[in-house]
């Protein structure tokens, strides 16, 4: 019997208090024999063990849990009420292992068994997820953690675990599954220690890997060699700062497929907060198509520009042909003179080194109109060097004058001489420059003589920028043609192909500067050009 | 090629080398030579007393060939033009030949082209400055006449008899004769067919009919 004590200090004690009777020869009865044992702690600890396992079952309730135990010796698996419920067994019905077993979905059943036989046999914690079938049929995901415990023999005697109804993540894990795979871009989920943990079939396709071949694998088997280096570090600085952005920014990336072939890529990154660590999610886009289809763009807009150049070329035929005539009856003039002094019989040597100096000094110059000509016709890529505009400027100024005399218009340049030295493909410059004077001459067909005027200024801008203006005294730009100014094939001229403008602006846009026009106060337009001082790259 | 007395070539081009090769090969051939930048710089010297050609550009800035050419018209200048062009304009050829140049060539010119073309110009010049001294001498003598001798010069050169002349007239024919004979002596003519070749030079209109 167990009661309470008060002992001298007034506490109260527990006491476990057994007794034996005992009898004499004479089966008198002689008094008891028995112990008094102190079980206070015993008690309390009871007790705080039945009030944890309350507050056990009420958290797992209120976390959705079901825990069960399964007495393996007996075949009995105890369950609450409640959960009873759940599974659809009444409340007194007998539970053992195949009653419960019943409830797992016909597919899973299998998988299940083996788990549990696997876990007897290997003593280790079970965890697992499957489906099970609830009595209005349906199909729930739950996961099951369970651990068996073995007597001193090394015999299973019980299993205890927890139950877990999963369906809303699997249903959420689903839906991610199914917007994966119906990405357009390949998606490859890495952990915080670089391995893939899941790629859709984009990536399959893109890589040549087999999924299997790739989860689990790091995710540097996936870039060509010399990016596979530095690539754990860039993965360290993105998990340090997540947030989403495009990897590389700036950079060319490659990805290596299966075979060793590489492609060029663009990658977004997308960090995903998951309670072991930070995944990534990297959405991977072949860009080859758009690789081929920007060559390709790139290929016709130099075609174009070098039409473009020759419909120029064109138009400054008389001009060229003028400033190749020039020196050429320089030349001619003065062998000619040459050959009549020595006929004559009267050579003076220094009028003939003179003469011959004239000659050769024609020669030369006659040669760069050529070479003008030839590199404004030339196919080819863009070079870039470091440009003096106002060089260029004075270039395009003696080249155009043929047409400006003809057109009776005078050139006026207003150059800035601190102009800093921009980087610039010179051609390009040139023909830009050349398309806007064409233009401001045949916008004055219909100008006074005496008001004819092309002005060309360079200036710096203030913020390190070179900005060159042509302006005319010509029509100005009607209200109607404003808009479509700087469209291929737009055109206002009876003759016009409609390109000068259009490729004015793709040429200053390689060069990272803008083109405006505006109408000019007292008549005609004016076209700006503003360029960086150092023009970035293409 | 005889080069005729006192010429001079003037050569107007805005290209220094087209010029300076001008210079040189005019020289090499003979002839005297002054060189220009424009036209402007060509009409601020004042025309010379001889023979003279103007080669000049068609194209320049400023006054252009053609201009040049009209403002000699204009001026009545002797000079005979030589246009050369780096163009090789056709309608600017044709207006050019059409108001009197000598030739329209186009750069590169051949040597003997140029010089051919000058020398015909400076010939051509030569004959009409001759023709335009022949014509200023023939109307200084025919304006030393009184008007009486004057009409009756008109009327000898229609070949009339004096007693004819006198008829028109209404004067004696003895009046017609002295006439007759001061016209002769002032006008340094001896025959009735030189005082035709002379009123001819002079552009004097032969008869004023009844």
Known sequence: MQYRLRRHDGEYRWISDSG?????AQKNFAGYIGSCMDVTELINKEQALRESEERMSLAADAAGLIMWTWDIRRDEVSLSDKDRAFFGFSPREKL????????VHLEDRQFVRHLVENSLRTREELEAEYR???????????????????????????????LMDITERKQAEEKFRLAT???PSGIILVNDRGHIVLVNSQIEKLFGYQREELVGEPVEILMPERFASQHPDHRAEFVAAPTARAMGAGRELFARRKDGSEFPVEIGLNPIQAPDGILVLAAVVDISARKLAEAEALRRREELGHLSRVAVMGEMATSIAHELNQPLAGII?????????????????????????DIVADGRRAGDVIRGVQSMVKKGAPARQRVNLNDLVMNVVHMVKPNAVHHSCEMETLLDPNLPPIEADPIQLQQVLINLVINAFDAMCNTPLSRRKVVIATEQNGDGGICMSVRDYGTGIPDQARERLFDHFFTTKAKGLGMGLGIVRSIVKSHAGTVAAENVDGGGARFHITLPASAAAL | MRIPPKSLVFAIDDDASVRKGLARLLRSAGYK???FESASDFLARPPHGGPSCVIVDVQMPGINGMDLQETLIQHRREEQLVFITGHGDIPMCAQAMKAGAVDFLRKPFRDDELLQSVQNALIRSADQRRRSAEKNEARRLVDLLTSREFEVMQLVITGMLNKQIAGELGTAEKTVKVHRGRVMQKLRVTSVAELVGLVQRACVAPVRKQ
Request: overall charge negative.
């Open chain 2, 33 to 35: 030579s002054e060189i």
């Open chain 1, 181 to 183: 795979e119906a990405s």
């Open chain 1, 132 to 162: 099970v079938v609830l009595p209005d049929g349906k199909v729930r995901w739950v996961t099951r953690r369970g651990r068996v415990e073995f007597d001193g023999n090394g015999e299973p005697i019980c299993e205890r675990g927890v």
């Open chain 1, 333 to 357: 003039s003065n062998a000619s003179a040459g050959q009549r002094f020595i006929d004559r019989g009267n050579v003076d040597l220094g009028e003939l080194r003179d003469l011959l100096a």
């Open chain 1, 20 to 24: 034996v009777p005992r009898y004499d």
């Open chain 1, 96 to 103: 053992n292992g195949d009653r419960v077993r019943s409830v």
